[in-house]
Protein backbone atom coordinates (compact mmCIF):
# COMPACT_ATOMS: atom_id res chain seq x y z
CA UNK A 1 0.00 0.00 0.00
CA UNK A 2 1.13 3.53 -1.09
CA UNK A 3 1.22 6.04 1.74
CA UNK A 4 1.41 9.52 0.50
CA UNK A 5 3.09 10.82 3.16
CA UNK A 6 6.22 7.90 3.18
CA UNK A 7 9.27 9.96 2.10
CA UNK A 8 10.39 9.43 -1.91
CA UNK A 9 14.11 7.87 -1.80
CA UNK A 10 15.96 8.30 -5.65
CA UNK A 11 18.46 5.61 -6.50
CA UNK A 12 19.80 8.47 -9.66
CA UNK A 13 20.96 12.02 -9.16
CA UNK A 14 20.52 14.99 -11.77
CA UNK A 15 22.98 17.52 -11.16
CA UNK A 16 24.14 20.52 -13.07
CA UNK A 17 27.87 21.78 -12.49
CA UNK A 18 28.60 25.49 -13.61
CA UNK A 19 32.02 26.97 -13.61
CA UNK A 20 32.36 29.59 -10.54
CA UNK A 21 33.43 32.71 -13.02
CA UNK A 22 30.04 32.85 -14.94
CA UNK A 23 27.70 36.03 -14.13
CA UNK A 24 24.53 35.15 -12.83
CA UNK A 25 22.22 35.47 -15.94
CA UNK A 26 24.90 33.21 -17.16
CA UNK A 27 24.15 30.65 -14.48
CA UNK A 28 20.29 30.52 -15.11
CA UNK A 29 20.50 30.56 -18.60
CA UNK A 30 23.18 27.41 -18.91
CA UNK A 31 21.02 25.73 -15.55
CA UNK A 32 17.96 26.53 -17.69
CA UNK A 33 19.29 24.69 -21.29
CA UNK A 34 21.20 22.22 -19.69
CA UNK A 35 18.49 20.14 -17.84
CA UNK A 36 15.56 20.36 -20.64
CA UNK A 37 18.32 17.94 -22.34
CA UNK A 38 18.14 15.54 -19.16
CA UNK A 39 14.33 15.41 -19.31
CA UNK A 40 14.51 15.10 -23.11
CA UNK A 41 16.34 11.52 -23.16
CA UNK A 42 14.98 10.40 -19.73
CA UNK A 43 11.84 10.26 -19.75
CA UNK A 44 11.23 8.60 -16.35
CA UNK A 45 12.81 11.36 -14.43
CA UNK A 46 9.86 13.65 -15.29
CA UNK A 47 6.72 13.42 -13.24
CA UNK A 48 3.11 14.01 -13.89
CA UNK A 49 1.42 16.71 -14.78
CA UNK A 50 0.40 19.48 -12.05
CA UNK A 51 -2.80 21.06 -11.28
CA UNK A 52 -4.70 23.53 -8.77
CA UNK A 53 -7.42 23.38 -7.18
CA UNK A 54 -9.36 25.18 -9.81
CA UNK A 55 -8.26 22.18 -12.28
CA UNK A 56 -6.24 24.79 -13.73
CA UNK A 57 -3.34 22.77 -15.65
CA UNK A 58 0.48 22.59 -15.72
CA UNK A 59 3.26 21.51 -17.17
CA UNK A 60 5.31 18.29 -15.88
CA UNK A 61 8.79 18.73 -14.36
CA UNK A 62 11.14 16.82 -13.25
CA UNK A 63 10.05 13.84 -10.67
CA UNK A 64 13.57 14.45 -8.03
CA UNK A 65 15.33 17.12 -7.28
CA UNK A 66 18.11 19.31 -9.57
CA UNK A 67 21.24 19.36 -7.19
CA UNK A 68 23.64 22.52 -8.50
CA UNK A 69 27.36 22.36 -8.07
CA UNK A 70 29.74 24.81 -8.87
CA UNK A 71 33.75 24.21 -9.89
CA UNK A 72 36.37 25.81 -11.77
CA UNK A 73 36.82 25.46 -15.33
CA UNK A 74 39.78 22.23 -14.56
CA UNK A 75 36.81 21.13 -12.06
CA UNK A 76 34.18 21.08 -15.33
CA UNK A 77 37.00 19.52 -17.84
CA UNK A 78 37.60 16.33 -15.09
CA UNK A 79 33.85 16.25 -14.79
CA UNK A 80 33.17 15.96 -18.60
CA UNK A 81 36.22 13.39 -18.76
CA UNK A 82 34.73 10.70 -15.93
CA UNK A 83 31.13 11.39 -17.12
CA UNK A 84 31.98 10.02 -20.59
CA UNK A 85 34.04 7.55 -19.33
CA UNK A 86 31.19 6.25 -17.18
CA UNK A 87 28.79 6.41 -20.38
CA UNK A 88 26.45 9.21 -18.49
CA UNK A 89 23.50 11.01 -19.97
CA UNK A 90 25.17 14.44 -20.56
CA UNK A 91 24.80 17.64 -21.52
CA UNK A 92 27.27 20.93 -22.21
CA UNK A 93 26.83 24.08 -22.42
CA UNK A 94 30.32 25.83 -23.46
CA UNK A 95 30.99 29.74 -23.09
CA UNK A 96 30.34 29.84 -27.22
CA UNK A 97 26.57 29.21 -26.62
CA UNK A 98 26.21 32.92 -25.28
CA UNK A 99 26.77 34.49 -28.77
CA UNK A 100 24.49 32.37 -30.37
CA UNK A 101 21.15 33.01 -31.27
CA UNK A 102 19.29 29.57 -32.06
CA UNK A 103 19.87 25.90 -31.55
CA UNK A 104 20.87 24.86 -34.84
CA UNK A 105 23.88 28.28 -34.38
CA UNK A 106 24.65 26.32 -30.55
CA UNK A 107 24.68 22.96 -32.05
CA UNK A 108 27.31 24.00 -34.96
CA UNK A 109 29.30 26.17 -32.34
CA UNK A 110 29.64 22.28 -30.34
CA UNK A 111 29.96 20.47 -33.40
CA UNK A 112 33.24 22.49 -34.91
CA UNK A 113 35.28 21.88 -31.21
CA UNK A 114 36.39 18.59 -30.68
CA UNK A 115 35.51 17.14 -26.80
CA UNK A 116 38.93 17.72 -25.00
CA UNK A 117 39.06 21.07 -26.08
CA UNK A 118 35.60 22.50 -25.83
CA UNK A 119 35.25 25.50 -23.29
CA UNK A 120 32.85 24.08 -21.10
CA UNK A 121 30.87 26.60 -18.33
CA UNK A 122 28.55 23.96 -17.40
CA UNK A 123 27.19 20.11 -17.72
CA UNK A 124 24.00 18.80 -16.51
CA UNK A 125 24.76 14.87 -15.82
CA UNK A 126 21.97 11.60 -15.15
CA UNK A 127 22.99 8.58 -13.37
CA UNK A 128 23.14 6.71 -10.10
CA UNK A 129 23.46 8.36 -6.63
CA UNK A 130 26.94 7.49 -6.38
CA UNK A 131 28.08 7.30 -10.04
CA UNK A 132 27.18 11.03 -10.24
CA UNK A 133 29.06 12.05 -6.83
CA UNK A 134 32.37 10.60 -8.21
CA UNK A 135 31.82 12.59 -11.47
CA UNK A 136 31.21 15.56 -9.36
CA UNK A 137 34.57 14.64 -7.51
CA UNK A 138 35.57 18.51 -6.24
CA UNK A 139 33.02 20.61 -7.31
CA UNK A 140 30.96 22.07 -4.39
CA UNK A 141 27.16 22.65 -3.70
CA UNK A 142 26.33 26.68 -5.69
CA UNK A 143 26.25 29.09 -3.04
Known amino acids: ?3 EREPIGFDTKIAVLLRDDLLPWQR ?11 GTLIPE ?3 EAYEDADGTSYLPMFRQPVLVFAGTKETLTAAH ?3 LGRSLPLAVFTSDLFTTGNDRDNR ?3 RAVPKDQLDLVGLAVHGP ?3 VDKVL ?3 RMHP
Open 81 to 83: ARA
Open 137 to 139: KGA
Open 45 to 47: VIG
Open 108 to 110: AAV
Open 129 to 131: RNA
Open 1 to 3: MND
Open 28 to 38: LNATAFLVSGV
